[in-house]
């Protein structure tokens, strides 16, 4: 009796971590497609215009209906203070962003045009 509810136990939580897994992969195969847009809000980036960037991408991906295809995130410091404001498209570090460069970034990153 104590081995049946042991081997009921364990079965119950193999199909609860099967279903959690399944899940975790669905989600993965579904993040692979999407660009990631990692935006400083660290202080000095910020006071720099990160701020108005951060609206810009916004509404960029807004009026070009892609927001439901980029993964768009701030994070505190890339630790280059010195060069920015900075931001990172997948895992490539874009340095001094201004509003001019950022829609230049944004249309070769999803080739549109501005």
């Not at 999407?34 to 006071?47: A, E, N, P, R, T």
């Not at 990172?88 to 460069?101: F, H, M, Y």
Request: proline content about 1%; overall charge negative; glycine content about 6%.
């Amino acid at each position: 009796m104590v081995n049946e509810q042991f081997t009921d136990e364990r079965n119950a939580a193999n199909g609860h971590y099967g279903q959690t897994l399944k899940r975790i992969t669905l989600y993965l195969s579904s993040m692979k497609d999407k660009v990631i847009i990692q935006i400083c809000m660290g202080s000095s980036c910020f006071s720099r215009g990160n701020a108005r960037t951060l609206k810009t991408i916004q509404n960029y991906l807004k009026e070009h209906n892609l927001e439901g295809d980029v993964i768009l995130k701030g994070n505190h410091c890339f630790e280059n203070c010195s060069n920015g404001p900075v931001l990172k498209i997948n895992d490539q570090l874009n340095e001094n962003i201004t509003q001019e460069n950022i829609l230049e970034l944004l249309e070769k990153t999803f080739n549109q045009e501005v």
